[in-house]
C-alpha cells in the first residue's frame, strides 16, 4: 500500500525540552564541525543495558507467524501460534539494539532501534523464499522482477566454504518500495549505517533489493571472489526530484545489525544501477548525519501514553517513525542540525492526527516531553490482574486489549498490567484475553464496557489448552516451540511425531515410542530416537539425539484420530561441536492417522 496523508485534528500540547537524553556522552559531533570517529563503530553505541521486548513477527498479509526463532543479545526464543514473543532484560546498548528473526521458508528478517526504558515493541514482517528465476553456472543469466528490478550474473558461484559451485542456481529477489508502507516492516536493521570512513550515519533509502542465492540441494550460495553482478533498482516517480545522479550503495550486515557503504549506483533513467561482489540487501541511500532522539508523552494527569505513533519528517532526508511504550516514550535518530516536523498519530480511531509541532533543529542528543493538555477523545486506563490455571500471579505472558478493531499487547508484571489508551467518541466496548507463555494456556475472550476514565477488570484465569504445541528448553533457557504442521501417526504398537519443515520435507521429531504409557529411554537398539532443532551461531541445525538416552514420560495417549498424546522428555546431548547442553521439553499433540 502506497503512503497517503491524513487528515489534520487539532489538539494542544505543552512542550519541554531536556538535553542528553539521559545518555552518556558519546562521539557526536555537538557544536563542533570537525566530526571524530571512534576507532571501533560499535562505540556509537553506548553503554551495555538491559531492556524489554515485545514483538509480532507477520507475512505479507500480515498474518502471524508461529514458530519463527528469536534473538536479542543472546536470549532466544520463538514466536507462540500468535506470532507474538517477549523476551525481557536482553543485553543491548544505550544507543542499539538489534533484534533478528527466522524461520525456514522465509528471508531473514530484523529490526534494530535505539531502546527505551518501558517495553520496546517491534513488529516485522518476513519476506518469502520466492524463486525469482534460475540461472545456471558457467554461463550468464539475468533474473528480472515485473517492476523492473533485475541482477546479472557472470556464472561463477560458490558455496558458503569458498568452494566453487557448479550447477543451477535458484534466486530469490524482492523490491523493497520506499513509498509503500510495509517497506519499514519488511527491511532489516533499521536505516543506520557505517560509511566508509567509519562513521555513523542515518540513511534515506530510494529503493532496496533482496537478493538470496540457492544450490540445487537448498545450499546458501554467493558470488565467487574476483565475480560482479550488475543490480538494477527503480526509483518511484514521486521520488525522482531528489535522486542524486549517484549515490552510495550499502548492504546489510545480517551479523552486526547496521548497513555498510560499499561502491556506488548511477541514475539511468529511471532505475539506479550498480555493480556489487556479493548479496545480501542492497540499498540506494543518501547519507545523513543523526543525533538520538527522546520523545515522551503524557496526559494532564502525567499519565503516559502508549502505543501512539510518532512521525518526524525533515525536507531533506524525510521521515522516520516510532510507537511509544508504556511510559509513553520512544527513542531514535533524527538528522542534525535540521529543523523537524513531529507529528503524534492515534491509530486507535482510525488514522488520526492528533499533534503537530515545529521542532529542532538540535546538534546534540535531546529529549522532548509533551502533555496532551486539550481533547475531545477521553484518556482510558485499563487496569487488572492475569493468574495462571492454578490460581497464581502470571509470571511470563501478556494481554491482548481490541478495541474499534485494533488489537493492542502489554506484558503482565506478575500478574498485574496496565493500558492507558485513547478512547474513540461513542466506542465504549472493548475486549481482553490473556496468554500464558510458560504454559501456552490462554484466557476466554471477555467483552468489557469502560466505566469511568479508569476500567478495572477482576481477575481472569488462563486455563484454556493450546490445541497443538511442541516445547523445550535447551540449558534451561533458550526456549524452542513449535504449533503448526504437525503430524502423528499411530498403530498399534508404536507411534512418531513429524514436524514438517516445509512442503514434501519432514523431520521425524519422535521415532518409534511404544504406544503405551510410562516411562522410556531412547537409543539406538530399541529405534526410539529424539531430533531436536538446535540454533548454533546464527544458523539452525537439526540434532539426532537419540543415543544419548534421552528420558521419555508418555503421560496420554488417545484411542484414535484426534485425539491428543502428551509426553515429557529430560536428559542431555552433545551438539555438532562436542558442547553438552540439558534438554527439558514437553510435547503436546494430536493424532493424524
Request: hydrophobic share 35%; glycine share 8%.
Amino acid at each position: 500500500m502506497k503512503s497517503t496523508k491524513t487528515p489534520f485534528v487539532l489538539l494542544l500540547f505543552a512542550i519541554t525540552y531536556l538535553t542528553s537524553c539521559n545518555l552518556d556522552d558519546g562521539p557526536y559531533l555537538g557544536n563542533d564541525t570537525q566530526e571524530s570517529i571512534p576507532e571501533t563503530f560499535s562505540q556509537y553505541f553506548g553503554n551495555d543495558i538491559s531492556r524489554d521486548f515485545l514483538g509480532t513477527v507477520v507475512d505479507e498479509n500480515n498474518a502471524p507467524i508461529a514458530g519463527a526463532t528469536i534473538s536479542v543479545g543472546g536470549q532466544v526464543t520463538q514466536t507462540d501460534i500468535n506470532g507474538i514473543f517477549i523476551l525481557q532484560d536482553a543485553d543491548v546498548y544505550e544507543r542499539f539494539g538489534y533484534v533478528k528473526a527466522s524461520k525456514p521458508g522465509y528471508l531473514n528478517g530484523s529490526r534494530a532501534l535505539v531502546p527505551s526504558e518501558g517495553t520496546n515493541k517491534v513488529r516485522i514482517m518476513l519476506l518469502p523464499e520466492t524463486i525469482a528465476g534460475t540461472v545456471s553456472s558457467g554461463q550468464p543469466g539475468e533474473v528480472e522482477l515485473s517492476n523492473g528490478s533485475s541482477v546479472n550474473f557472470d556464472g561463477n558461484f560458490m558455496d558458503e566454504n569458498g568452494t566453487t559451485y557448479e550447477g543451477n542456481v535458484n534466486v530469490i529477489m524482492h523490491h523493497l518500495d520506499p513509498t509503500d508502507d510495509d517497506m519499514e516492516l519488511q527491511m532489516p536493521g533499521m536505516l543506520y549505517a557505517q560509511n566508509e570512513d567509519g562513521a555513523e550515519r542515518m540513511l534515506q533509502t530510494l529503493g532496496m533489493l533482496a537478493v538470496e542465492l540457492k544450490g540445487e540441494s537448498g545450499e546458501d550460495l554467493n558470488l565467487a571472489e574476483g565475480s560482479s553482478s550488475e543490480i538494477r533498482i527503480p526509483v518511484d516517480p514521486s521520488l525522482m526530484g531528489m535522486a542524486p545522479a549517484t549515490i552510495p550503495l550499502w548492504y546489510f550486515d545480517e551479523e552486526h545489525g547496521y548497513w555498510k557503504e560499499e561502491g556506488e549506483a548511477t541514475l539511468q533513467g529511471n532505475e539506479y544501477v550498480g555493480v556489487v561482489t556479493h548479496f545480501s540487501f542492497w540499498n540506494c541511500d543518501i547519507p545523513a548525519e543523526a543525533i538520538t532522539l527522546c520523545v515522551n508523552v503524557v496526559d494532564i494527569e502525567n499519565n503516559p501514553l502508549d502505543s501512539l505513533i510518532l512521525n518526524i519528517t525533515s525536507s531533506t532526508y524525510g521521515t522516520t517513525s516510532g510507537i511509544t511504550d508504556e511510559k509513553g516514550e520512544v527513542c531514535g535518530l533524527v538528522p542534525r542540525n535540521e529543523s523537524l516536523l513531529l507529528e503524534v498519530y492515534d491509530f486507535t480511531c482510525g488514522q488520526q492526527l492528533i499533534f503537530s509541532e515545529s521542532i529542532g533543529p538540535f546538534s546534540e542528543d535531546e529529549s522532548i516531553n509533551f502533555t496532551l493538555a486539550t481533547t475531545n477523545e477521553i484518556i482510558q486506563t485499563i487496569t487488572g490482574t492475569i493468574n495462571n490455571c492454578n490460581g497464581e500471579n502470571l509470571e511470563n505472558g501478556y494481554v491482548v486489549i481490541n478495541y474499534n478493531d485494533q488489537e493492542n499487547y502489554k506484558l503482565v508484571n506478575n500478574g498485574n498490567f496496565e493500558f492507558n489508551i485513547i478512547s474513540c467518541e461513542s466506542i465504549n466496548d472493548f475486549s481482553l484475553r490473556a496468554v500464558d507463555l510458560n504454559t501456552f494456556q490462554t484466557s476466554a475472550t471477555y467483552n468489557y464496557t469502560f466505566n469511568t476514565s479508569t476500567t478495572n477488570i477482576d481477575s481472569i484465569n488462563t486455563c484454556i489448552s493450546q490445541e497443538e504445541y511442541i516445547i523445550y528448553f535447551i540449558d534451561n533457557s533458550n526456549d524452542i516451540m513449535f504449533y503448526d504442521n504437525i503430524d502423528v501417526d499411530l498403530n498399534e504398537n508404536n507411534f512418531t511425531v513429524l514436524r514438517r519443515l516445509e512442503p514434501g520435507s519432514d523431520m521425524k521429531f519422535l521415532t518409534d515410542l511404544p504406544n503405551e504409557l510410562g516411562q522410556f529411554i531412547t537409543s539406538s537398539t530399541n529405534g526410539m530416537i529424539l531430533n531436536v532443532f538446535y540454533p548454533v551461531g546464527s544458523s539452525n541445525q537439526y540434532v539426532s539425539i537419540g543415543n544419548y538416552g534421552i528420558n521419555i514420560e508418555i503421560t496420554y495417549i488417545g484411542a484414535g484420530v484426534g485425539d491428543l498424546i502428551d509426553m515429557n522428555f529430560n536428559g542431555t546431548f552433545q551438539d555438532p561441536g562436542g558442547v553438552e547442553h540439558t534438554i527439558e521439553g514437553q510435547v503436546h499433540v494430536r493424532i493424524d492417522e
